[in-house]
């Protein structure tokens, strides 16, 4: 049987799984998963948080305990979520010491709420990284326009981040800009910069799902074309401005002192549209020092049936600027689609969010 998802981390695309769960942790499948399908870090956010409390018991005892110690619910969801994220990282620590701190790391996200504000995000950017206190942790802040200063701040301490919901090239060359300003900054500082690490996360088939919908409202023969293509276009390109940032004086004197690339990361790459291919989002973007996030059903998928094809992003830059030009000639405005995306982005985990706490105040009531 051919090792598909092992050909994949051979071509450079380091394949993590979109998800963790107590029930994941304590039954040891993140650990088979690490071992048998070369999983090599791990990401949440408030919806899989949400979705693992609201099933099973495995959170049962800690609730209970909680509960007796009469903490508040933003207290509990902490001590809830930073639980599962050490525990992951020391599952993932072997590749992290192994891959010398470039691979192995686990992803918690700052409170969605503070997405607008930069100095809560900041404060909280460093609760958790004293909270979870492991060196392969990624602390996510989303890319906001109050995020960028936040990601800088956050990196400037030595606390390594992982950037998300980025949905247009022109915020991912803000994201790559912050995260140049946080080394420079962190290196004034006094921090060892090879210990910081950083991965940008490009938002994939929600960008579809936006378009497509548009594609369809218009309805035309040329318009139903296009559909499925832009968020792959869109990834495409971002891989290309990651290549021009790197190629600058700027980049090559960070560098010199030992710091890591930003890798690109492609998140939501499950297709949404039931007609796809459900391993589009993953062998149409091959390319060399990116990450892949997967959920587990597609990381199966992947290592089932999918087809390689190697490297599937360069060459394509042209094509994928055609694409984009065919759109706004129909009246589809990229600035507008990724403006729709990032603030439904940031809403729907505020949503999550509020879930995670219902569920948790439930529990915790129960249990007083």
Known sequence: MTDVLG??????????????????????????????FHVRGVTSNPTIFANALAKGNAYDDQIKDLAIRGVTVEEASRM????????????????YDASGGV??????????????????????ARQLWWLVDRPNVFIKIPATAAGIPAITATLAQGISVNVTL????ERYGEVIDAYLAGLEQAVENGHDIATIASVASFFVSRVDTEVDKRLTAIGTPEALALKSKAAIANARLAYELYEQKLDTP?????????????RPLWASTSTKDP???????????????????MPEATLHATQD??????????GTY????????????????????TKVLEDEGVSKFEVSWGEMLATIKNELNLNS
């Open 7 to 36: 050909e994949l981390t051979q071509a450079g695309v380091s394949v993590w799984l979109d998800d963790i769960s107590r029930e994941r942790l304590r039954s040891g499948n993140l650990e088979s998963l690490v071992r048998d």
């Open 80 to 95: 809830i979520t930073t639980y599962d994220i050490r525990w992951g990282a020391d599952v993932l620590r072997p590749v």
């Open 103 to 124: 691979d192995g790391r686990v992803s918690i996200e700052v409170d969605p709420r503070l997405a607008l504000d930069t100095e809560k995000t900041v404060a909280e």
């Open 166 to 169: 980025i949905f247009s090239l």
């Open 250 to 262: 700027r980049w090559q004197a960070l560098a010199a002192k030992g710091a890591k690339v930003q």
């Open 275 to 293: 007609s796809l291919p459900d391993t589009l989002y993953v062998v149409n973007l091959v390319a060399a020092d990116t990450v892949n996030t």
């Open 305 to 314: 049936h999918g087809v390689l094809q190697g490297d599937t992003v360069h």
């Open 318 to 337: 042209d094509e994928s600027r055609a694409l984009f030009a065919k759109l706004e000639a129909l009246g589809i405005s990229y600035d507008d689609v």
